[in-house]
């Protein structure tokens, strides 16, 4: 699970960086930029080792975060800075079907987790995975929330919730 508690640790990093460079600017009422994460990759090599998406999904995340604040400032605050104790997750996305469940196996394929990581499924499902969230308890246990986009009429996008072994 040492895959997991680095890329927490660049998701964490990065979203404070943005969020740094955001209020910066926010306070000093400059025009709040648009920030991506290769802005960083130069300057922090470690974070070329995680998923170029978890780290994009932390931009979409923190752009919202801001846009929905500006929306409706009483019901949304500014975005605060993440800490290590607080809860620990990330987003990828299935780009080019770089994510798979091997469902005889029990085995979830995850970007630059070639190897794959076990999981304890409890059903099949039908559809093309759209996105996967990595989250881990502060009890330590690991969880994948898998979004899928399904066929069905009445059920066009399912989420399912599962155990990763370990």
């Known amino acids: 699970m040492m895959f997991f508690a680095k890329t927490f640790g660049c998701c964490r990093f990065v979203w404070n960086k943005m969020l740094d460079e955001k ?6 009422k400059e025009c709040i930029p648009r920030i ?13 080792e995680v998923d170029s998406f978890v780290l ?6 923190i752009e919202n975060a801001f846009r ?6 009483k019901h949304f605050k500014l975005p605060k800075f993440k800490k290590k104790k607080d809860k620990q997750s990330c987003t990828t ?4 079907d770089s994510i798979r469940v091997d469902f005889d196996k029990g085995l979830l394929y995850l ?4 190897e794959g990581v076990k ?16 989250s881990k308890t502060t009890d330590g246990k ?11 009429p009445r059920n066009k996008v399912v989420g399912l919730k599962v155990r990763l072994a370990g």
Do not use: C, M, W
Request: without cysteine; positive net charge; glycine residues 2%.
């Open 56 to 61: 994009v999904a932390v931009q979409n995340h």
């Open 93 to 96: 996305y299935n780009v080019h």
């Open 119 to 134: 999981i304890e499924l409890h059903r099949r499902f039908d559809g093309k995975i759209k996105s996967v969230t990595v």
């Open 68 to 73: 929905n604040h500006f929306k409706n400032r």
């Open 36 to 48: 991506t994460p290769a802005k960083y990759k130069a300057e922090f090599p470690f974070l070329k």
């Open 23 to 28: 209020l910066n600017a926010y306070k000093k």
């Open 111 to 114: 970007p630059k987790l070639r």
């Open 142 to 152: 690991y969880y994948a929330s898998i979004l899928v986009e399904t066929e069905n």
